[in-house]
Structure formats: structure tokens, C-alpha cells
């Protein structure tokens, strides 16, 4: 069973940084590009960024370029988000997401909210 769990949303003030972590289980998740998404209350969904199965290949929302770094470990099928420099428009809830065979999987996704 495919399984992504993400963990280390939280609250935070501007100019702050977060590491988010997705943890996807029931698959090799080395052979699959992944990705963040965010979601802001009455916004649409939109990706933020994307890493290739062997990490080589990594896309960047412009939103975040240069403050967010989206990174894997396959021995621990982890992708992570570091996320500096924070700013209140940050503020979403973040999921990670595969397309595995044709189809699609989420995480339930971790809240972020930048504040002071």
C-alpha cells in the first residue's frame, strides 16, 4: 500500500527557515520523480517544487527559488523541503505527491504558517 507521510510544518516567523520530510512507503521511491505542492486557504493548488528519481533533475517554483531546497535520501525513501527566508505568503498547507504507474498519490499534507 502507498503510503506518503509528510512531518515538520509548524509555526514560524518571517525570515525563518522549516525542513519539511515526506516518508513514502509500499514502493521504491528512488524510481520516481517527486514533488511539493502547497495549498493556501481559497487558493488553487500549486506545485513548489519537483525532484527526478536520482535527484539530478529539480524544478523550482519562481515563488521560491533561492529560499527553498528540495532534496532525497533513497536509502530512507525521505523527500525533504528546506525552506528559508520565510515569508507570510509561505503560509499553506504542504503536500507531497507521486505519480506512481499511472497513478496519483498524496500525503496528507503538513501545515505551515509564517507569522509573527
Known amino acids: 500500500q502507498v503510503q506518503l507521510v509528510e512531518s515538520g510544518g509548524g509555526l514560524v516567523q518571517p525570515g525563518g527557515s522549516l525542513r519539511l520530510s515526506c516518508v513514502a512507503s509500499?514502493?521504491?521511491?528512488?524510481?520516481?520523480?517527486m514533488s511539493w505542492y502547497r495549498q493556501a486557504p481559497g487558493k488553487e493548488r500549486e506545485l513548489v517544487a519537483r525532484?527526478?528519481?536520482?535527484?539530478?533533475?529539480?524544478a523550482y517554483a519562481d515563488s521560491v527559488k533561492g529560499r527553498f531546497t528540495i532534496s532525497r535520501d533513497n536509502a530512507k525513501n525521505t523527500v525533504y523541503l528546506q525552506m528559508n527566508s520565510l515569508k507570510p505568503e509561505d503560509t499553506a498547507v504542504y503536500l507531497c505527491?507521486?505519480?506512481?504507474?499511472?497513478?496519483?498519490?498524496w500525503g496528507q499534507g503538513t501545515q505551515v504558517t509564517v507569522s509573527s
Open positions: 505527491y507521486v505519480l506512481r504507474s499511472g497513478e496519483v498519490y
Open positions: 509500499g514502493f521504491k521511491s528512488g524510481w520516481y520523480d
Open positions: 525532484i527526478s528519481g536520482s535527484g539530478a533533475s529539480i
